[in-house]
Nanobody, 122 residues
Framework: QVQLVESGGGLVQAGESLRLSCAAS????????MAWFRQALGNQREMVAA???????NYADSVKGRFTISRDNAKNTVYLQMNILKPEDTGVYYC????????????????WGQGTQVTVSS
């Protein structure tokens, strides 16, 4: 069994910062790419940022220069530092990770967290 648990969401004003964390736990052999997605009310889920196991990163154009993704491989944890938040950043933020688990060692799959709400007021 593999679980991803996010934390760090909340209500902030425009221009402020938040840091999200997502810890993976369970029968984990290895973790490849880890990423953050978000979903605003009435919109499709969209990729915000991703990071490979070697530290290569990719960002949505809308967050470049404001958000930073990082990971601690020893803790199986990925972070999202969000600065200069805007009202359009409001949504539920989901963590996902491509994980190879002990009970399925021949392949990997993406697991998802339950999401954490981020609300940015103007």
């Amino acid at each position: 069994q593999v679980q991803l648990v996010e934390s760090g969401g909340g209500l902030v004003q425009a221009g402020e910062s938040l840091r999200l964390s997502c810890a993976a736990s369970g029968s984990i052999l290895s973790i490849n790419t880890m990423a953050w997605f978000r979903q605003a009310l009435g919109n499709q889920r969209e990729m915000v940022a991703a990071i490979t196991s070697t530290g290569r990163t990719n960002y949505a154009d809308s967050v470049k220069g404001r958000f930073t993704i990082s990971r601690d491989n020893a803790k199986n944890t990925v972070y999202l530092q969000m600065n200069i938040l805007k009202p359009e950043d409001t949504g539920v933020y989901y963590c996902t990770a491509d994980i190879r688990a002990y009970h399925l060692p021949q392949s990997s799959k993406y697991y998802w967290g339950q999401g954490t709400q981020v609300t940015v007021s103007s």
